[in-house]
């Protein structure tokens, strides 16, 4: 598990440092900061899953697009280099690029100096480089019925996503995989402990009675998934619906609960905003799940802006400090407050969970503003 980041002259960060957990939560405004520890994850994946980190890292695709290295750099910076430091397994792997003033306009930065444990068996037992990774962006594909067919990256890599975390794979990876049996994330309460049917149970938390079938295209060149709803005695089964028929918060949350749910100990899943489109209800049960899969040795990193997100992370650790099967231990939780000062320098807070689930303190801005929307509205 990766214990550490440290990033120096990288966009918004001049010199950063953090733990990380089984789940590390990046909060706070937009803007200053959350996006960029998620990129310096993808720069280097991306750049080794292209072959090319033995000289450097590549800006741009399949997982991110930085630009060129002006877009890069520290925003205060003239020129100089940046670093992306990580702890895994007790060991530090420094790696440094150059951003001279002659590299400004590429889009590939050359190596300057990396540590010398760096090898690329060290590498691919890390998660960050191995098939053990997936990564759902904001951008994802919601509201679709119709996704691509592109078999190495979905069967044998056994990723959700090829390009920009989109979760474009994602129907090709259920029909594939749905049928294999995963860790028991509904408390006994099914029999059926396969991907596709746990999914379609985290499913119906969201939305009750949902269902879903996937099928190859009659070319076999793509894949539909289509949605349905269970009957009752008082209403009609209800089958073949299209995405767009049944609210985006179902098909949006898909990819995120497929790549939890699928998930080994040891893995490392990166989320972007997992509560779009969701009913708060829904944004709580996520969380709920998210900290299930956590708390079995699975690292997670997720970027939010739903204060459901925390309080349903905060539930989860007074759930364990009483001893129950659903919680997480809070020394397990890492929760990041990203703002910017006056001056426009990053400033990136720690709020610490409590034994009880409560927050030691809240930062000013942090999930606040319902607060100080009330306290308007009921003063004289």
């Known amino acids: 598990m990766i214990t550490r980041l440290n990033i120096k002259n990288f966009k918004s960060h001049r010199d950063t440092d953090i733990r990380l957990d089984n789940l590390t939560v990046l909060a706070g405004t937009n803007g200053c900061g959350k996006t960029s520890v998620i990129q310096a994850f993808l720069l280097l994946r991306q ?7 033995i000289d450097g890292l590549d ?16 925003r205060l910076a003239t020129a100089g280099e940046l670093s992306f430091i990580l702890d895994d397994n007790n060991e530090t792997f420094s790696f440094i690029f150059d951003v001279g003033i002659e590299s400004l306009t590429d889009s590939f930065l050359k190596k300057k100096s990396y540590s010398s444990n760096i090898t690329s068996n060290k590498l691919d037992n890390m998660s960050l480089f191995n098939n053990d990774f997936q990564y759902i ?47 028991d994330y509904t408390n006994g309460q099914e029999t059926d402990l396969s991907l596709l049917n746990q999914t379609v149970y985290w499913e119906q938390k ?8 996937i099928e190859p295209s009659k070319d076999n060149n793509s894949f539909s998934i289509t949605y349905g709803v269970d009957g009752t005695e008082q209403r009609k089964a209800i089958q073949d619906l299209k995405a767009e028929n049944v609210g985006y918060g179902i098909s949006y949350t898909l990819p995120v609960i497929v790549a939890l749910l699928s ?33 079995t040795g699975v690292q997670i990193i997720v970027e939010t802006h739903s204060d459901h997100i925390i309080s349903g992370i905060q539930l989860a650790c007074k759930a364990h400090s009483k001893n129950t099967a659903c919680g997480i231990s809070k020394d397990a939780v890492s929760i990041y407050y990203f703002h910017t000062m006056t001056d426009r320098t990053l400033q990136i ?8 689930g409560k927050l030691d303190y809240q930062p000013i801005g942090f999930f606040d503003q319902t607060e100080k929307d009330m306290y308007k509205l009921f003063e004289e």
């Open 59 to 74: 800006l741009n695709k399949p997982l991110c697009n930085i630009g060129i290295g002006n877009d890069a750099l520290y």
């Open 349 to 356: 807070e720690n709020v610490e969970i409590l034994d009880n």
């Open 47 to 53: 750049t080794y899953q292209k072959g090319r980190l």
């Open 206 to 213: 969201i939305s009750p009675n949902i269902t879903l079938d």
């Open 263 to 295: 998930a080994r100990p040891g893995a490392l899943i990166v989320i972007e905003n997992p509560e779009a489109h969701l009913h708060p209800a829904g944004q709580s049960e996520l969380a709920k799940l998210m900290t299930m899969v956590a708390a």
């Open 137 to 183: 962006s904001a951008s994802r594909w919601g509201g679709r019925s119709i996704f691509p067919k592109e078999t190495y990256a979905a069967e044998t890599q056994r990723q959700i996503s090829l390009e920009c975390g989109q979760g474009e794979l994602i129907a090709q990876y259920l029909y594939k995989f749905g049928h294999d049996d995963v860790h």
